[in-house]
């Protein structure tokens, strides 16, 4: 902060911190609900969980909080960091005033409930276990998308909830585009008779030397261990409470080295990110990442556009070996077409770079029609077979590997995939424009050295906090509005180098 703050805008950033410091505080615990917890204190942890969701919201939407609010809107501060504090927090103050209490309280009932039938429905292997649970939880994101929308359209309310100002007329072309291009993509990757083969990846990993080989190509990188830890959870994640303490989880596969690799370069592509916020600005409405686009574009970058390069693997290979002496040594040149595979799957989390945006595609479409009443949910697995072979050409032999695949929808997260497929868009146009101005990265890759890429970074995108929107932020980063061009570009030339297509 170069000036000191006009006095009611300091008076609200103190008003905000406690609303700060009692999401950080639910975080730590859910952090360690994940990694330590044992399985009794589940019950516990709910209800501690719910006392502090609820103190929050009482801050956020109290009459106290509001008064600092106008104070500090009347007084009229200059500059974009005071700016940008108002916005956000009027923001954030709004959201929580305009949905009712009531509606709230019957929201986190809803999910509660609709995340144990959905996990009913999947052990079954039955979507009608979990049909009732949905039904009641579309009803209700559609009543806070209308108190939320303000005249926009109800899915925009809740794109807005994940990625600030995203809408569907902006994302419509863009899936568009990528379907035209991807569908024929993965088709000729099937029928150009190339059989990729994983042996190199395959094989036996001792879970001790994955971690240690992915803790230290993570510190190489450039994430600080005194500023974070990685710990073991069933599903992958990162959250930060602080930039001075970001924590990332991994899990592993004991037969095949790719799941926990490239999910700590994903993990910690995110944990960069929380580790490059503005400390300044710590504790604030703008002192966090900006959006979940921009985050998962952090994380897709080290995991597919740095992790999957041949450099990268050059500089990996020597440490790869040692971490594993017993499995068979192969070249970078073996290895690559196994980083690169296009094949249609079932699932989601699993898919690989060509076709993981058709899946974002898939549920992109039908979210929309269920919210926009075009779609009931009695017709919804059909619907999803439907799409799948359209879009993948596969038909999920069971519900569970296919409409109950994703937790998403039982917690009511409609809006947020689409994030999911803008990581991806955004973390190559930023590469692209990373690497026309930084010149030769391969070689810097091939020698170790990441800080030239990571810097880049740090200016451009995690300094910014969230001062800007992310359309600002990828125009000013690129020069260019978002497009799917450079992601494409770079899919076709390793579609082209693997398969020769
Ligand atoms: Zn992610």
Redesign the pocket.
């Known amino acids: 902060m170069s000036s000191p703050l006009p006095p009611a805008l300091s008076r609200l950033i103190e008003a905000y911190r406690s609303v700060h410091d009692l999401q950080a505080a639910a975080a730590v615990l859910s952090w360690d609900q994940e990694t330590m917890m044992p399985s009794q204190g589940r019950e516990a942890r709910g209800q501690l969980l719910g006392t502090l969701a609820g103190l929050r919201h009482e801050h956020l939407a109290g009459a106290a909080f509001a008064d600092a609010l106008a104070a500090a809107e009347d007084e009229a501060a200059e500059g974009e960091a005071a700016q940008a504090l108002l916005r956000e927090a009027r923001r954030e103050h709004d959201r929580a005033t305009k949905i009712p209490g009531e509606l709230t309280r019957a929201m986190a009932e809803a999910t509660s409930e609709g995340l144990a039938s959905w996990q009913r429905a999947r052990a079954a292997d039955d979507f009608a276990i979990f049909r009732d649970s949905l039904a009641r939880i579309i009803d209700l994101v559609g009543q806070k998308a209308d108190a939320l929308a303000e005249g926009r359209p109800r899915y925009d309310a809740l794109l807005d909830l994940y990625e600030q100002g995203s809408t569907e007329a902006q994302l419509a072309p863009l899936f568009d585009g990528l379907r035209a291009e991807l569908a024929p993509m993965v088709q000729a990757a099937a029928d150009c008779g190339v059989e990729v083969d994983e042996a190199p990846a395959q094989g036996q990993f001792a879970p001790e030397a994955q971690y240690a080989l992915g803790r230290e190509t993570a510190a190489a990188i450039g994430f600080d261990f005194e500023a974070g830890r990685l710990d073991q959870a069933a599903h992958p ?2 959250t930060g409470f602080a930039v001075g303490d970001v924590r990332l989880t991994w899990r592993y596969q004991e037969d095949d080295f790719r799941p926990a690799l490239f999910g700590i370069l ?2 910690m ?2 944990g960069l990110y929380e580790q490059g916020l503005p400390a300044a600005w710590q504790s604030t409405p703008i002192g966090t990442a900006v959006g979940l686009g921009v ?2 574009s952090q ?2 970058l080290w995991e597919n556009l740095v992790g999957r390069s041949r450099s990268f693997w050059e500089w990996l290979l020597p440490r790869f070996r040692k971490a594993f002496p017993e499995h068979p040594a192969f070249e970078v040149d073996h290895i690559y077409p196994a980083l690169h595979t296009i094949r249609p799957s079932l699932i989601r989390v699993e898919a690989d770079e060509a076709t993981y945006n058709l899946h974002v595609a898939a549920r992109f479409e039908l979210e929309r029609r269920l919210l926009a009443g075009k779609l009931m949910v009695d017709d919804l697995p059909e619907a999803w077979d439907a799409s799948y072979k359209e879009l993948l050409g596969v038909r999920a032999p069971s519900a569970a590997d296919g409409v109950l695949q994703d937790i998403h929808w039982s917690m009511g997260a409609f809006g947020y995939f689409p994030t ?1 497929t803008l ?1 991806n868009l955004i973390a190559a146009q930023l590469f692209d424009a990373a690497r026309a101005e930084l010149g030769d990265l391969d070689a810097a890759f091939a020698r170790g050295e990441f800080g030239p890429l990571l810097d880049w970074m740090r200016r451009h995108i995690h300094q910014h906090g969230n001062l800007r929107s992310a359309d600002q932020l990828v125009q000013d980063a690129t020069g260019a509005p978002l497009s799917p061009d450079a992601f494409l570009g770079q899919l076709r030339a390793s579609a082209a180098a693997v398969y020769g297509i």
């Open positions: 994640f990162c994903h993990e592509g995110h985050h998962e994380s897709r999911y990581g």
